[in-house]
């Protein structure tokens, strides 16, 4: 038996589950609201635009994106196992690949803010 | 004492003549106090003697009785009658293979507990004229939960990820080299995280929770399965990002 | 005497119908679809903000319809259950012991509650929800 290097997939889905239960349905509430015509001052374009101009709203944002990403698309992997998809090797791959470019993807759109 | 009749439906399996197991319903009158063993015995005794399962002490120490109460792991030394409305439907215990009626194949879980090396072993050996281990309350603390396992295999039928990977060293044995890992006289981590923190080891763990639901002792061993993830984790960021901090 | 073990089949796909706590589990796993859903709406939302003040109009503008209220109130839900499922087993996997004693896990689960209590409404004040 050889020790496994899981743990490099399992620290930030650890981390990820950590984040988005303290934070995941606040950001959610604020959102609701605005779907329910009564946006929040920080979703007005300047206010928001002002905010992510600087660079460490932009940091955080990335945080936030990449750990709800990966923890999500880990325990997706899990879950499709679970469901009787035996392919784990491609499933792996496809969810963190997207876990990955959805945070490339917000680090491009930021940095042209 | 009050009596009723109770019925059972067990399922039976000769691997002399049958191809597949069966439900055979028996009709047993009961006291009110008793358990599923206590009907079990009765049914042998005096309607079926074929009736094959595994017994001993009937108190909940020894873990032989482990089996399926309507659908859910119990010890049937521990699973009261009176807390079942109806019919009870009495099986082995699921995810291991059928001896014969309630007897189960336990090998597996012998094997896996046999690979943890679930035992004492000191850092350096010396010899009883320097004296005991000393050890602080503490100390003992740590780990006294783990020592409560019996090995009755309740958290290897409600863990889901053991039915689905058979490979899975499972919840009990890695509970056990987490007992071990705590106690302050041992220095066999070493050994074990060979094992336990390979992929088959804690890492098949979804932290279902299952099995320490089940444990008819109290143990917990989701959690110390999660705590063996973490420390395997800062092992191995360690190891690899941190390669100058030797152990 | 001749042994011949039966070894039942789990079914590949249906197990989590057979008892309760597993279907608990599956809800619990299945919100990681709304949590990543919603992390891949932030990634939307940030280049619809990037792409200026008329695009972002346009994003605001969509969260007002049906569906997207229906997404919201859903992925609340099951993120509300992630966060009290995750602190719920937060102290099996982060015992505290001080001194002897090991730390009640309602007082680990307790502390959670608590930080996340202040730590949502922080976010609510910053984003001048009230």
Same mark, same amino acid.
């Given at each position: 038996?050889? +020790?496994?290097?899981?743990?490099?997939?399992?620290?930030?889905?650890?981390?990820?589950?950590?984040?988005?239960?303290?934070?995941?349905?606040?950001?959610?509430?604020?959102?609701?609201?605005?779907?329910?015509?009564?946006?929040?001052?920080?979703?007005?374009?300047? +206010?928001?635009?002002?905010?992510?101009?600087?660079?460490?709203?932009?940091?955080?944002?990335?945080?936030?994106?990449?750990?709800?990403?990966?923890?999500?698309?880990? +325990?997706?992997?899990?879950?499709?196992?679970?469901?009787?998809?035996?392919?784990?090797?491609?499933?792996?791959?496809?969810?963190?690949?997207?876990?990955?470019?959805?945070?490339?993807?917000?680090?491009?759109?930021?940095? +042209?803010? | 004492?009050?009596?009723?009749? /109770?019925?059972?439906?067990?399922?039976?399996?000769?691997? =002399?003549?049958?191809?597949?197991?069966?439900?055979?319903?028996?009709?047993?009158?009961?006291?009110?106090?008793?358990?599923?063993?206590?009907?079990?015995?009765?049914?042998?005794?005096?309607?079926?003697?074929?009736?094959?399962?595994?017994?001993?002490?009937?108190?909940?120490?020894?873990?032989?009785?482990?089996?399926?109460?309507?659908?859910?792991?119990?010890?049937?030394?521990?699973?009261?009658?009176?807390?079942?409305? &109806?019919?009870?439907?009495? =099986?082995?215990?699921?995810?291991?293979?059928?001896?014969?009626?309630?007897?189960?194949?336990?090998?597996?879980?012998?094997?896996?507990?046999?690979?943890?090396?679930?035992?004492?072993?000191?850092? *350096?050996?010396?010899?009883?004229?320097?004296?005991?281990?000393?050890?602080?309350?503490?100390?003992?603390?740590?780990?006294?939960?783990?020592?409560?396992?019996?090995?009755?295999?309740?958290?290897?039928?409600?863990?889901?990820?053991? &039915?689905?990977?058979?490979?899975?060293?499972?919840?009990?044995?890695?509970?056990?080299?987490?007992?071990?890992?705590?106690?302050?006289?041992? &220095?066999?981590?070493?050994?074990?995280? =060979?094992?336990?923190?390979?992929?088959?080891?804690?890492?098949?763990?979804?932290?279902?929770?299952?099995?320490?639901? /089940?444990?008819?002792?109290?143990?917990?061993?989701? &959690?110390?399965? *999660? *705590?063996?993830?973490?420390?395997?984790? /800062?092992?191995?960021?360690?190891?690899?990002?941190?390669?100058?901090?030797?152990? | 005497?001749?042994?011949?073990?039966?070894?039942?089949?789990?079914?590949?796909?249906?197990?989590?119908?057979?008892?309760?706590?597993?279907?608990?589990?599956?809800?619990?796993?299945?919100?990681?679809?709304? %949590?990543?859903?919603?992390?891949?709406?932030?990634? $939307?939302?940030?280049?619809?903000?990037?792409?200026?003040?008329?695009? $972002?109009?346009?994003?605001?503008?969509?969260?007002?319809?049906?569906?997207?209220?229906?997404?919201?109130?859903?992925?609340?839900?099951?993120?509300?259950?992630?966060? %009290?499922?995750?602190?719920?087993?937060?102290?099996?996997?982060?015992?505290?012991?001080?001194?002897?004693?090991?730390?009640?896990?309602?007082?680990?689960?307790?502390?959670?509650?608590?930080?996340?209590?202040?730590?949502?409404?922080?976010?609510?004040?910053?984003?001048?929800?009230?």
């Amino acid at each position: 038996m050889a +020790r496994s290097n899981k743990p490099i997939v399992w620290g930030p889905f650890a981390a990820g589950g950590t984040l988005t239960a303290f934070l995941t349905p606040a950001l959610i509430l604020l959102t609701l609201l605005a779907a329910l015509g009564h946006a929040p001052d920080l979703l007005a374009y300047e +206010r928001l635009h002002a905010v992510a101009s600087h660079w460490l709203a932009k940091l955080v944002i990335v945080g936030i994106v990449f750990l709800s990403l990966w923890s999500a698309a880990h +325990r997706l992997r899990i879950t499709l196992y679970d469901l009787g998809m035996r392919a784990d090797a491609l499933v792996a791959t496809v969810v963190y690949l997207i876990a990955v470019a959805g945070t490339l993807a917000a680090i491009v759109y930021l940095l +042209r803010i | 004492m009050s009596e009723r009749v /109770v019925e059972l439906e067990v399922l039976r399996y000769n691997p =002399e003549t049958d191809s597949e197991p069966h439900f055979q319903r028996y009709s047993v009158s009961c006291e009110e106090e008793w358990v599923v063993l206590d009907a079990l015995n009765k049914i042998k005794e005096t309607i079926d003697p074929t009736l094959s399962y595994r017994w001993s002490c009937h108190m909940a120490v020894c873990g032989s009785c482990g089996m399926m109460v309507n659908g859910e792991p119990k010890l049937a030394c521990k699973a009261f009658l009176r807390t079942f409305d &109806g019919v009870i439907r009495v =099986e082995p215990l699921a995810h291991f293979p059928i001896e014969r009626d309630l007897v189960t194949v336990i090998d597996d879980f012998v094997m896996k507990l046999k690979r943890v090396k679930p035992y004492l072993i000191p850092k *350096q050996d010396k010899p009883v004229s320097e004296g005991e281990y000393l050890q602080t309350p503490a100390e003992l603390k740590k780990y006294k939960q783990y020592t409560l396992c019996i090995n009755c295999m309740l958290c290897y039928a409600a863990c889901p990820e053991y &039915g689905l990977i058979p490979n899975y060293i499972g919840p009990a044995a890695i509970a056990l080299a987490h007992r071990y890992n705590q106690d302050s006289r041992d &220095g066999g981590r070493d050994e074990r995280q =060979e094992e336990i923190a390979a992929t088959e080891g804690v890492w098949d763990c979804s932290f279902v929770g299952a099995c320490s639901e /089940v444990c008819p002792e109290h143990v917990d061993p989701a &959690g110390a399965i *999660q *705590q063996v993830k973490i420390k395997s984790m /800062v092992d191995w960021y360690k190891e690899h990002l941190m390669p100058w901090v030797k152990k | 005497m001749s042994r011949r073990p039966y070894v039942r089949e789990i079914p590949k796909f249906r197990w989590f119908f057979r008892q309760p706590r597993y279907l608990r589990y599956m809800a619990r796993e299945l919100s990681c679809l709304f %949590i990543g859903a919603y992390a891949l709406m932030m990634v $939307w939302g940030s280049k619809q903000l990037a792409d200026g003040p008329a695009t $972002w109009g346009a994003f605001l503008e969509r969260l007002h319809s049906p569906s997207s209220i229906a997404f919201h109130v859903l992925a609340l839900g099951f993120a509300l259950y992630h966060t %009290i499922t995750w602190f719920n087993l937060t102290p099996k996997a982060l015992p505290v012991q001080v001194g002897g004693e090991f730390v009640p896990d309602g007082v680990i689960v307790g502390a959670h509650y608590v930080g996340w209590g202040l730590l949502s409404l922080a976010v609510l004040y910053f984003a001048g929800a009230f």
